[in-house]
C-alpha cells in the first residue's frame, strides 16, 4: 500500500474511524471480526476437493510454468469452445512467473489472466508487515503472551498462527483506544499522533494499527466478500 495514494489515505482513514465507532459501542467485547479464538477448533471445516494433477511439475522454473500453462489452456479450451479468457490462481511464486510470462510473450498468454491466491495475498501482506514491526512491536506483544513460538522470519505454513496474533493484538488495541477517557477519536489518526508525540510506546501501536493492523483486517475480509470490480480494484491498493 503505497501511504501516499489518495485512495489509499481515504480507505486507511475509513477502516480507522468505522472500526473505532463499532468498538466503542461495545468496548468490553468487541473484537475483530474474522478472529473467534477458540470456536476455530470446534467449528465444522471447510469442505475442499482435491483434483488430480494435470502436470506433474514443479513451479520454480519458468518452464515448468509454461508447461502448466499449456495444460490448462488446452483443458480449458477443450472443454469450453468460444471460451475468451482463462483465469488461473497460483500461489506468489507461479503468480510471479505467470506475469512475467504474460509480460514477456503477450501474444501467447494475452487470454491468461493471473491472479494470486486469497490465502497468499494475506500471507505476503502479513509476512512484509511482520518484518517490519516485529523488533520494534511486536516481538515485545508475543513475549507477554506466551507465544515465543513466534519468530521474525517465517514460512507461509506458519501463516495462522501470525494471523490469530494480529487478530488478538488489534482486538486489544482497539479496545485500549476506544476506552481511554476525553479522547476525541473523531479526529483520527494525525491527532492522535499528535496527542502522543511525546511517548514513543504509543506512537508506534498507533502506527501499526493505522499503517498494518487494521488494513490487514480490511484485506481479510474483503477477499471473502463476493467478487466485484469494486472489490478487485480495493484488493489491489
Given amino acids: 500500500m503505497d501511504p501516499a495514494n489518495p ?29 473467534e479464538g477458540d470456536q476455530r477448533k470446534i467449528g465444522r ?5 482435491i ?11 519458468y518452464q515448468d510454468n509454461k508447461e502448466c500453462l499449456i495444460a490448462i489452456d488446452n483443458k480449458v479450451m477443450t472443454e469450453n469452445l468460444g471460451n475468451l479468457a482463462t483465469i488461473v490462481v497460483g500461489d506468489q511464486q507461479t503468480f510471479d512467473r505467470m506475469v512475467k510470462l504474460r509480460r514477456n510473450m503477450p501474444f501467447t498468454y494475452k487470454h ?10 494475506a500471507v505476503h501482506f502479513l509476512h512484509a508487515a511482520w518484518r517490519l514491526y516485529y523488533g520494534p512491536c511486536l516481538q515485545f506483544f508475543a513475549e507477554r503472551l506466551k507465544m515465543e513460538y513466534l519468530k521474525e522470519d517465517w514460512t507461509p505454513k506458519n501463516w ?23 479522547l476525541n477519536h473523531t479526529e483520527g489518526i494525525d491527532a492522535l499522533l499528535e496527542q502522543s508525540s511525546q511517548n514513543a510506546d504509543t506512537q508506534m501501536l498507533l502506527h ?10 480490511g484485506l481479510r475480509r474483503l477477499l471473502r466478500r463476493q467478487s466485484s470490480r469494486e472489490m478487485r480494484k480495493e484488493s489491489l491498493l
Avoid: K
Wanted: charged content about 15%; aromatic content about 16%.
Fill in 7 to 35: 485512495a489509499v489515505i481515504t480507505l486507511c482513514a475509513q477502516l480507522f474511524r468505522d472500526t473505532i465507532q463499532s468498538c466503542m459501542e461495545s468496548p468490553e467485547t468487541w473484537q475483530c471480526d474474522l478472529y
Fill in 45 to 49: 471445516p471447510t469442505p475442499f476437493e
Fill in 51 to 61: 483434483w488430480e494433477p494435470l502436470v506433474h511439475t514443479g513451479t520454480t522454473s
Fill in 112 to 121: 491468461i489472466i493471473p491472479f494470486n491466491g486469497e490465502m497468499h495475498f
Fill in 160 to 182: 495462522s498462527y501470525y494471523d490469530d496474533f494480529v487478530m488478538i493484538l488489534v482486538t486489544a488495541i482497539v479496545r485500549w483506544l476506544a476506552s481511554l477517557p476525553g
Fill in 208 to 217: 501499526f494499527l493505522y499503517d498494518v493492523g487494521l488494513p490487514y483486517v
